[in-house]
């Protein structure tokens, strides 16, 4: 075999990614756990099906348990890891948490089944890592420490590598290239996982979307330079803001050195099962047929889908859909003013948002957002590039900027959580989604408790309006 051809591995992305891109994140555990059983006899690397916006969407949408979503799909996943993407600090909230709830959080995620954690931070500052990187060790996780891809003037090939191999050195077990716009051209896949494979010793993993219509050329080439794993959706699942199609890749490996050995056939049952869920949600006007297409000018603008959509749905609440290119060609601009941060989630928001303020206001910074003062303050971490003093002077004025790791200046939060939340625990994972979601983690208590009530006593309508014994 000659160097660099070896079986390829994949990562399912059908259970998280693939409908948190396609059908923002509202694929319910019960269209999920009639197939898990199917997904883990394929001898996949990996089921990621935890983690980035699942979390949030089970609460504030769906009325489900996040937690109980994982033990369920674990009990049917008995031979295939299980792989959830956390925000480092983030953790998969919106803000920066303490460290004793991003421990907190690490732990009961293992606990309860998670096997790999991706763990990303926005802005690649790698001390936004360190509590989840320690935290994922003790804990004895997998831990796939991420390079965020992105293009600008001080990213490449060379400042990528050099963070791959400085997180190996924090103790990473393996690598993610985190392409989440869909950035990464075919021959520049190349070259940077040949330079990662000439740097560090463990595996490199690679997570593309499918938006710029680059993703499958862009996994050829990176397998050729020798990538370990490739991140694939089940083909109705697949395409458009999501991951390239499981089932054509593995045809195309078929025979070559690089073949994943997975059945074909065993995957065109899997295909035949979410056909029809894709038709529901497509009827449901969950997923949108715009998403499905190819959209170059994402190579352009680096603008990730979800944050594309994200765009569209402000421009609308404002009657200004007529503004979309002109916000497209602000997108870029701020985020030079913002030191070049990759958009990936915090920053995708941040910069978005206040590029339509910028284009609806008529005036640059005339109106500037609490996230974007955030983010020049510093609560996010440092950004690759220094901040004009300008721009800084513009939205925040003579404040003081956080130099320091921004979780330093966050005191202790989760015996405070705990107190806050007591009326509503159930199980001890009930603090961490109060701590991370408050108010919509309690709405969803409620409705869990009125659920009791119903089975116990009937005392609901069918509006689930509780009413009060008689």
Request: charged residues 25%; glycine residues 6%; aromatic residues 8%.
């Amino acid at each position: 075999m000659a160097k660099n051809e070896k079986p390829v591995e994949i990562t399912e992305t059908v259970l998280r990614d693939a409908h948190q891109s396609l059908i923002a994140t509202r694929m319910t555990t019960e269209d999920m756990l009639p197939i898990v059983e199917k997904l883990d006899d394929i001898g996949y690397h990996s089921l990621e099906a935890w983690g980035g916006a699942t979390f949030d969407s089970c609460l504030r949408f769906l009325n489900e348990d996040p937690w109980e979503r994982l033990r369920k799909i674990k009990d049917k996943a008995k031979k295939t890891p299980l792989q959830m993407l956390f925000r480092g600090q983030n953790i998969l909230g919106y803000r920066h948490y303490a460290d004793d709830i991003v421990e907190y959080f690490v732990q009961k995620s293992i606990a309860n089944g998670i096997d790999i954690l991706r763990i990303f931070d926005a802005l690649n500052d790698v001390r936004n890592l360190e509590c989840a990187i320690k935290a994922c060790k003790k804990e004895k996780g997998h831990l796939q420490a991420t390079v965020c891809y992105t293009i600008s003037p001080v990213h490449n090939i060379e400042s990528f590598t050099k963070l791959a191999k400085q997180l190996e050195e924090m103790g990473a077990d393996s690598i993610c290239i985190k392409d989440m716009a869909g950035l990464l051209l075919p021959y520049t896949a190349y070259d940077l996982v040949k330079a990662m494979k000439e740097t560090v010793k463990i595996p490199i993993q690679l997570h593309t979307h499918y938006t710029s219509g680059e993703a499958s050329m862009v996994y050829l080439k990176a397998i050729e330079a020798g990538v370990d794993v490739i991140d694939c959706a089940m083909s109705p699942m697949a395409m458009g803001t999501s991951q390239p199609p499981t089932e054509p890749i593995v045809a195309a490996l078929q025979g070559t050195p690089y073949d994943t050995g997975y059945d074909l056939d065993k995957l065109v049952e899997i295909c035949d099962y979410f056909k029809p869920l894709r038709e529901k949600y497509l009827a449901s006007g969950l997923m949108n047929p715009k998403v499905m297409g190819v959209d170059v000018n994402t190579l352009k603008y680096q603008v990730p889908g979800g944050m594309l959509s994200n765009l569209v749905s402000q421009l609308k609440q404002q009657g200004r859909e007529d503004a979309y290119e002109e916000v497209l060609k602000e997108v870029p601009r701020v985020r030079a003013d913002m030191g070049y941060p990759p958009l990936v989630t915090p920053s995708s928001q941040i910069v978005g948002t206040q590029a339509v303020l910028n284009v609806l206001m008529g005036e640059r910074y005339k109106m500037v957002s609490k996230e974007t003062k955030g983010l020049v303050r510093g609560e996010y971490g440092k950004c690759p590039v220094d901040i004009s003093e300008d721009i800084v002077k513009k939205i925040i004025g003579d404040e003081k900027r956080i130099t320091c790791r921004p979780a330093d200046l966050i005191p202790p939060e989760l015996e405070q959580m705990k107190k806050e939340c007591a009326e509503w625990i159930e199980q001890p994972e009930d603090v961490l989604s109060y701590a991370l979601f408050g108010q919509v983690a309690v709405k969803f208590f409620e409705y869990r408790r009125a659920q009791k009530y119903k089975i116990d006593g009937d005392l609901l309508d069918e509006e689930n309006k509780v009413y009060p014994v008689q």
